[in-house]
């Protein structure tokens, strides 16, 4: 997901994340960190870190598209 879009537009998108999605987007993606280093580092449950990735996935999905049909 996030190599396909532009490093601009990303950044961009991420601005409409809660801290806590952002969190866990940048320690996942970004700094290639594994969702039980995330969970430990956060100190969340690993289901928890899952669940944000997949709602800050579709939020940033969604706003993509959103932007795209404007």
């Known amino acids: 997901m996030i190599e396909k ?6 950044l961009d998108d991420m601005d409409c ?3 806590k999605l952002k969190q866990v ?3 996942h993606y970004l700094n290639d960190l594994t969702q039980e280093e ?3 580092i ?9 669940s944000r990735l997949h709602y800050a996935l579709k939020q940033l999905r969604d706003k993509r598209r959103r932007d795209i049909h404007v």
């Open 25 to 27: 987007v940048v320690l």
């Open 38 to 40: 995330v969970a430990e």
């Open 17 to 19: 994340l809660s801290y």
């Open 42 to 50: 956060v100190r969340i449950p690993v289901g928890t870190v899952k």
């Open 5 to 10: 879009l532009s490093s601009h537009s990303i």
